[in-house]
């Protein structure tokens, strides 16, 4: 079965932009989970959905943000760029919640350069 | 919240040494998973394990939850092994990692 695919794999913005970056779990899987890596910070979890609700949402500034559609395909947003955001964005999917008995599969992630 | 420590940072070892790395949590945790992480930035994920031993190939790993620690065996290490491997345990909803293990292997 196809695995987790995230879109754009690489892509470059200027700061003030935004940008969205699109995540399709694997079939059958209702939770996709967001991650920021940076080398500063390592990663960190940004926000989980599940069945079309946000389920929790990591120490981040209001610009960034996601929806879940009713094919589970997620896509975060991230508005006002700034230098900082620049960072590998990976998602995952798993059957259930993050919280629960439920392996993580990932995606190859999104690089996003903000210059 | 809960905090995700892992040791060594960095190991540098000679192809066909084994190898052990740690993680520890500061407190209870129902969901715990390794993962290896390729030079490309590619996630896998190697263990689900909150508790109990499980073996895949080379690998093993043994957490012990009324300890709060997790370990990663590599056996008979190979270059493809390379890499940075992470721990990540599940807390108020939230995967919270560990800040990685550098491992190279030399040929």
């Known amino acids: 079965k196809a695995g987790v695919t995230q879109t754009p794999r690489y892509l470059i913005k200027t700061r003030g932009q935004q940008v969205t970056l699109s995540c399709s779990p694997i079939s059958g899987h209702r939770s996709v989970s967001w991650y920021q890596q940076t080398p500063g910070q390592g990663l960190q979890f940004l926000f989980e959905?599940?069945?079309?609700?946000?389920?929790n949402k990591g120490n981040f500034p209001g610009r960034f943000s996601g929806r879940q559609f009713s094919n589970s395909r997620s896509e975060m947003n991230v508005s006002t760029l700034e230098l900082g955001d620049s960072a590998l964005y990976l998602c995952?999917?798993?059957?259930?919640?993050?919280?629960?008995?439920?392996?993580?599969?990932f995606g190859a992630g999104s690089r996003l350069t903000v210059l | 919240g809960i905090q995700v420590e892992q040791s060594p940072p960095d190991l540098i070892l000679q192809e066909g040494a084994n190898s052990t790395l740690r993680c520890n949590f500061s407190?209870?945790?129902?969901?715990l998973q390794w993962f290896h992480q390729n030079p490309w930035g590619q996630l896998i994920n190697l263990f689900y394990i909150p508790s109990g031993t499980k073996q895949n190939g080379r690998l093993s790993a043994t957490t012990v939850a009324t300890e709060r620690y997790s370990l990663l065996y590599i056996s008979s290490s190979q270059t493809t092994d390379s890499g940075v491997y992470f721990c990540a345990a599940a807390s108020n909803y939230q995967l919270i990692w560990g800040a990685g293990t550098k491992l190279i292997i030399k040929p």
């Open positions: 959905y599940f069945s079309e609700t946000q389920r």
């Open positions: 995952a999917s798993s059957l259930g919640t993050v919280s629960g008995a439920n392996v993580l599969t």
């Open positions: 407190d209870s945790v129902n969901n």
